[in-house]
């Protein structure tokens, strides 16, 4: 399995509340071994076969003396504890695959391994009428979208118009990270909110190899603040579309 897989899945709490039971399991497993050990004085290699056989500790004390019901009673204690962490790994797998979680983990993680394999892509934070126009005209165009989105019913539909999702803050390294900032050629910080904008401009121009920033703003005044951040090129809506309006209205009629 692609190593970058495994090392995205592994970050994820639901591998994290897998590995609870297993790691209960193998306590009981390592405890279990050391006791046999110890208690009926054999090496390590014989207590592990006492642990998958129960039967043999009957047979080593029909010809060997020592602490045989001390043995018996502790091989109660470590199989019932084998038993339940076990009952405890099948419960939490079943309620993680049928609950939705694990499917979703492993969506998430292969999305993170086509992000962390693409190059020469546009970010775009934010998903909003802004954010989904320009990311699905990049796309009908041809060009590699990563788009981050914070809110859960809106990065669904991210997914579901098929482009890459990091789903989390853009203000944050390690989310900008994620979505490959230093491998990007444009970002866009496509957010309704200024600050937020200017915050993200600021971020993502610490990168080692910053992007082109596009910033949106909502008013004129927020443009020299977003420069002074970092952006490249300030975009006001109001003012574009405006703009194009006024182009219309002045062509001639027929």
């Given at each position: 399995?692609?190593?970058?897989?495994?090392?995205?899945?592994?970050?994820?709490?639901?591998?994290?509340?897998?590995?609870?039971?297993?790691?209960?399991?193998?306590?009981?497993?390592?405890?279990?071994?050391?006791g046999f050990s110890v208690l009926g004085?054999?090496?390590?290699?014989?207590?592990?076969?006492?642990?998958?056989?129960?039967?043999?500790?009957?047979?080593?004390?029909?010809?060997?003396?020592?602490?045989e019901r001390a043995t018996k009673a502790?091989?109660?204690?470590?199989?019932?504890?084998?038993?339940?962490?076990?009952?405890?790994?099948?419960?939490?797998?079943?309620?993680?695959?049928?609950?939705?979680?694990?499917?979703?983990?492993?969506?998430?993680?292969?999305?993170?391994?086509?992000?962390?394999?693409?190059?020469?892509?546009?970010?775009?934070?934010?998903?909003?009428?802004?954010?989904?126009?320009?990311?699905?005209?990049?796309?009908?165009?041809?060009?590699?979208?990563?788009?981050?989105?914070?809110?859960?019913?809106?990065?669904?539909?991210?997914?579901?118009?098929?482009?890459?999702?990091?789903?989390?803050?853009?203000?944050?390294?390690?989310?900008?990270?994620?979505?490959?900032?230093?491998?990007?050629?444009?970002?866009?910080?496509?957010?309704?909110?200024?600050?937020?904008?200017?915050?993200?401009?600021?971020?993502?121009?610490?990168?080692?190899?910053?992007?082109?920033?596009?910033?949106?703003?909502?008013?004129?005044?927020?443009?020299?603040?977003?420069?002074?951040?970092?952006?490249?090129a300030v975009i006001i809506p109001e003012?574009?579309?405006?703009?194009?309006?006024?182009?219309?209205?002045?062509?001639?009629?027929?």
């Open positions: 399995m692609h190593r970058g897989f495994v090392s995205h899945l592994a970050g994820r709490p639901v591998l994290r509340r897998v590995l609870v039971p297993i790691g209960c399991f193998t306590a009981v497993v390592v405890a279990g071994i050391v004085g054999v090496g390590l290699l014989e207590a592990t076969f006492w642990l998958v056989d129960l039967t043999s500790i009957e047979l080593h004390f029909q010809e060997h003396a020592g602490a502790y091989a109660i204690v470590v199989t019932a504890g084998l038993v339940l962490s076990g009952l405890w790994i099948g419960e939490t797998v079943v309620t993680e695959t049928f609950g939705g979680r694990i499917p979703t983990e492993v969506s998430r993680a292969t999305m993170q391994r086509r992000i962390d394999d693409s190059d020469e892509h546009v970010i775009v934070c934010g998903y909003g009428m802004f954010g989904r126009t320009i990311a699905n005209r990049l796309a009908e165009a041809g060009r590699t979208v990563v788009v981050i989105e914070h809110d859960e019913d809106t990065a669904e539909r991210v997914r579901a118009d098929g482009h890459l999702l990091v789903e989390g803050d853009a203000r944050q390294e390690q989310t900008l990270r994620a979505a490959g900032v230093e491998r990007a050629t444009k970002l866009v910080a496509a957010i309704d909110d200024s600050n937020v904008n200017i915050q993200i401009a600021v971020v993502s121009g610490t990168a080692t190899d910053a992007p082109e920033i596009i910033v949106r703003v909502g008013e004129e005044m927020y443009e020299s603040v977003a420069k002074e951040a970092g952006a490249d003012v574009v579309s405006g703009e194009r309006v006024t182009r219309l209205l002045e062509r001639p009629a027929d």
